[in-house]
């Protein structure tokens, strides 16, 4: 039997949460075409009995850190870096090569790495063909693939390539368990990308989510969270005119909370404010950035 740790790395943006959601068939990780978007390592676990168990490991984009809340993202990311037994360094295939390729190195990954072309639904063949010479002949990448992480036809060569790297081992967690994360931390999750998806501008930058209850009655779930801004008038857009764009983000919200618990939710939401959180030890710590 193999068992490891499989890292996901990248640049913003490049489709780690999607790969990841897709290799585990069910939406672990929320995913919106906002850089920034993933804020905490997330790990979801894929067992085959007897053959394999594969950690898989989202982590947020690789970033220069503006706030103590970046510094937290990029410690998610150094403990996937410490605990890797396979990398899966990650590329837009229509992205700048020698970028990624300096951002790659920099990692200093000692683990055998497999490089992911993904997006290849949007490139041409040559594009392609052209990333995959540039990646084959690095030394950190011991295979290049291109990969379409909406489609996940492809992901039985990327699993095979997987198991082949990863170690001997017993497995770290039971056949029944998926991620090691509390199903309080979804629930925030699927609120903050909602936010990430209906907002432009600094809104989705400047908000965290802090779900405050989570009851289980009968066959109803009562979820109560509240919404942090950093401003009274940040506030005021997510509430929209009449409460129009608070009620859109609590039903959108709602309806995905519904399908990841397979129950009836009942949504509670509040709108605080709370200057400068994004620079708060505290406060950070309070919504799950630790
Ligand atoms: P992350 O920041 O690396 O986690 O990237 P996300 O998973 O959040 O994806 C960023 C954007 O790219 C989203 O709008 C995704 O829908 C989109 N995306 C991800 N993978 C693919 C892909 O294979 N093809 C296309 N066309 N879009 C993709
Ligand atoms: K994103
Ligand atoms: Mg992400």
């Given at each position: 039997m193999k068992s490891g740790f499989v890292n996901i790395f990248g640049k913003p943006n490049a489709g780690k949460s999607t790969l990841l959601n897709g290799l585990l068939g069910e939406k672990l990780a929320i995913v919106s075409?906002?850089?920034?978007t993933t804020r905490h390592r997330i790990k979801g676990f894929l067992t085959k009995p007897d053959e394999y168990q594969i950690i898989f490991s989202d982590t947020p984009g690789i970033i220069e850190p503006k706030y103590k809340l970046h510094q937290k993202m990029m410690g998610a990311v150094k403990s996937a870096l410490e605990d890797a037994d396979v990398g899966i360094l990650l590329v837009?295939?229509?992205?700048?090569l020698e970028e990624c390729n300096e951002l790659f190195t920099s990692l200093r990954l000692k683990v055998p790495c497999i490089v992911l072309l993904n997006k290849i639904d949007l490139a041409e063949k040559e594009q392609v063909d052209n990333a995959k010479a540039f990646f084959d002949a690095q030394p950190y990448c011991k295979t290049t693939l291109g990969v379409s992480?909406?489609?996940?036809?492809i992901f039985s060569t990327l699993l095979k390539a997987i198991v082949d790297l990863l170690p001997e081992g017993l497995p770290f967690y039971s056949e029944e368990e998926l991620t090691d994360l509390p199903v309080k931390f979804f629930m925030g999750e699927l609120i903050r990308e909602k936010i990430y998806q209906l907002f432009g501008d600094e809104i989705p930058y400047h908000s965290a989510v802090l779900v405050n209850a989570f009851k289980e009655k009968n066959t109803l779930v009562k979820i109560q969270a509240d919404i942090i801004v950093q401003r009274e008038t940040q506030k005021v857009i997510l509430i929209g005119e009449g409460g129009k764009m608070i009620k859109k983000i609590g039903t959108l919200a709602r309806q995905d909370m519904e399908k990841f618990l397979e129950q009836k939710v009942f949504l509670e939401l509040f709108v605080k404010v709370r200057a400068k959180w994004r620079d708060n030890d505290a406060q950070l710590k309070e919504y799950g950035y630790n």
């Open positions: 075409s906002k850089v920034q837009d295939v229509k992205d700048n992480a909406l489609n996940q036809k």
